[in-house]
């Protein structure tokens, strides 16, 4: 073990935390205890560690729907493709949705025969290209969770303030609790804890995973992104599952309040309000994704163009759906590392570092 925890930020303390760790998973008297981590940062930080080969053999560790660029439906992938090929549109989009397959093509291979798509590290970025070509149609791909959401709520205020025509979202932004609520809901899925994500909760706050222990009866903390804040976390959740009290505990308390950010949720909720909205392979969450208010919804990119696509399609084989829900892992996909790798992704998991499918395909080599 000390030769695998050299690669931690303080080795001393993960042997610690693993040793409490394997008193906790004996004590526990299960077969099994299944935790899930939810954000897709801590999903490639878990396999960079390599914690799944760390921990005791009846702790399962499961990757859950907290990968932005994966839970993006195709049906809004290709709408935002189909608006990038329409004459005089600039076609704004994060780096990362670049290479997802949508169900005909992918926005690289659209940009490639000829559609102005272009890569911003930001709303803003978008909008400052909108003022820069005043003769052109800016729409902008709203993807990503609450992390996102507000500066992309603060960029609509600017543009209206300075009453710029030319500037459109494509509102695709997801909220994380609806989807938790979702995956605990699986049927067949038996989970006994949560890692809530470190990033969406400096802004939502601890308080809105209470639904957590106290609709499901399960172990909710919310941590950090180092290999011991990782490691505190399944230790505080195997302390509530041997003690059988399921609470929200707050391992990232040097960001996360219990009532969030209450600035930046109240730009989000002065731009946007919640919406049903689809998820890759959970289907439609009821008010889980955000839509512009009536007041901005001249921003909306569906206001300005008619925008028809076919019945949307997931890549036959791919089994992503699944794996968003943490039902099977990406090994079981007949497709893994074979027709399907970071090279040539057939599926969204495989596309992004923060996909499931491409950490496991990563660190396979180091976790053998
Ligand atoms: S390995 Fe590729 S095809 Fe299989 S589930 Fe992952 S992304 Fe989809």
């Known amino acids: 073990m000390s030769r695998l925890t050299e690669r931690f930020e303080n080795p001393g303390d993960a042997r610690l935390l693993l040793d409490r760790i394997a008193d906790l998973a004996r004590s526990s008297g299960r077969d099994r205890v299944q935790l899930m981590e939810v954000c897709g940062t801590h999903t490639v930080a878990i396999f960079r560690y390599g914690i799944r080969q ?78 820069e070509n005043p003769e052109k149609s ?51 899925l038996a989970l006994d804890g949560l890692i ?50 399921p609470r929200v505990h707050t391992e990232y308390s040097r960001l996360v309040k219990k009532e969030g950010n209450p600035a930046a949720l109240k730009v989000m909720y002065d731009v946007f309000e919640p919406c049903d909205s689809a ?19 001249r921003f909306d990119s569906s206001e300005r163009f008619d925008v028809s696509v076919a019945q949307s399609q997931e890549p036959a084989g791919c089994l992503c759906g699944e794996i968003l829900r943490g039902k099977v892992d990406p090994p079981d996909c007949p497709l893994f590392a074979g027709e399907c ?10 596309v992004t570092t923060e996909g499931t499918c491409q950490a496991h395909y990563r660190f396979r080599e180091s976790r053998d």
Not at 111 to 124: E, I, M
Not at 147 to 168: E, M, S, V, W, Y
Not at 286 to 297: H, N, V, W
């Open 341 to 350: 790798t970071p090279e040539t992704p057939v599926g969204a998991c495989m």
């Open 138 to 188: 800016v729409v902008f791909f709203a993807v990503g969770f609450e992390t996102t959401a507000p500066t992309i709520a603060a960029t609509i205020l600017g543009a209206d303030r300075d009453g710029t025509q030319n500037f459109f979202v494509l509102p695709a932004n997801k909220l994380i609790p609806p989807a938790v609520a979702a995956v605990l809901e699986t049927e067949g």
């Open 196 to 245: 809530c994500p470190g990033h969406v909760s400096t802004i939502i706050g601890s308080d809105a995973y209470e639904f957590i222990p106290s609709r499901y009866g399960v172990a909710a903390v919310v941590a950090g992104f180092q290999s011991t804040d990782i490691l505190r976390a399944i230790q505080l959740l195997l302390e509530q599952v041997v003690a059988g009290k």
């Open 54 to 131: 760390l921990i005791p053999e009846n702790i399962r560790l499961l990757s859950g729907p907290g990968c932005p660029v994966c839970v993006t439906p195709n049906s809004a992938i290709d709408e935002f493709i189909e608006m990038s090929k329409r004459p005089g549109v600039i076609a704004a989009v994060f780096g990362d949705m670049m290479r997802v397959p949508g169900s005909v093509t992918s926005l690289e291979r659209a940009k490639a025969k000829g559609a102005d798509v272009r890569v911003v590290y930001s709303s803003l970025d978008a909008l400052k290209m909108a003022k």
């Open 279 to 297: 998820w890759r392979g959970l289907g439609v969450i009821p008010s889980s994704g955000l839509k512009l208010r009536p007041d901005f919804s």
